[in-house]
C-alpha cells in the first residue's frame, strides 16, 4: 500500500467526478451515510443540500465528518477522510453557478445545466457543506 501526500489525495479528488459516501452522526449518536456529489479546493470539499437535509443538521449538531471517495474498477484506489465540518450559508458560497457547475460536472452539459438551474431555484435554506480533512487513510493496488 502506498501513503499518498495531502497534494495527492486533493488531485484524486478531483482528476474526474466520483461519488463520495459521506458519514456523519445523528441526534441519536447513530452513523448516517449517504452518497454525495463534490467539488474540492486545494484544502477543503464542498457539498451543495438544503439546509434541512439530515447530513447538514448532523454536521451542524457535530461539527465532524468521515468520508470515503474511492474508483469503481481495477486496480482499486481511494482515501478515506475524516475532519471538521461547517455548514455555509448561502450568501457565502451556496449561489447559482456553484449549484450549475457541480451538476454539470457529474452529468453533462446537456443534464446538469438545467438540473443545476432547476435545483438552484428550489425554495428552502440551500447550504455548502465545508468539509476540512485533518486525517485520511489511502488505499492504492495500481
Not at 74 to 79: L, M
Not at 116 to 136: K, S
Request: glycine share 8%; aromatic share 10%.
Amino acid at each position: 500500500m502506498k501513503t499518498w501526500s495531502k497534494e495527492k489525495v486533493f488531485e484524486f479528488l478531483t482528476e474526474e467526478p466520483r461519488i463520495g459516501r459521506l458519514a456523519s452522526v445523528t441526534e441519536e449518536g447513530d452513523p448516517h451515510v449517504v452518497p454525495v456529489w463534490f467539488r474540492t479546493d486545494a484544502e477543503q470539499i464542498l457539498v451543495h443540500t438544503m439546509g434541512s437535509m439530515k447530513k447538514a443538521r448532523n454536521l451542524r449538531r457535530h461539527g465532524r465528518f468521515a468520508l470515503t471517495v474511492d474508483t469503481e474498477t481495477w486496480p482499486y484506489q481511494g482515501v478515506a477522510l475524516r475532519g471538521s465540518a461547517t455548514v455555509a450559508g448561502a450568501e457565502e458560497l451556496a449561489d447559482q453557478d456553484f449549484v450549475e457547475q457541480l451538476r454539470v460536472a457529474y452529468l453533462g452539459e446537456d443534464t446538469g445545466r438545467p438540473l443545476g438551474r432547476y435545483m438552484a431555484g428550489m425554495e428552502g435554506e440551500h447550504v455548502i457543506l465545508v468539509l476540512q480533512p485533518d486525517t485520511w487513510h489511502t488505499f492504492d493496488y495500481s
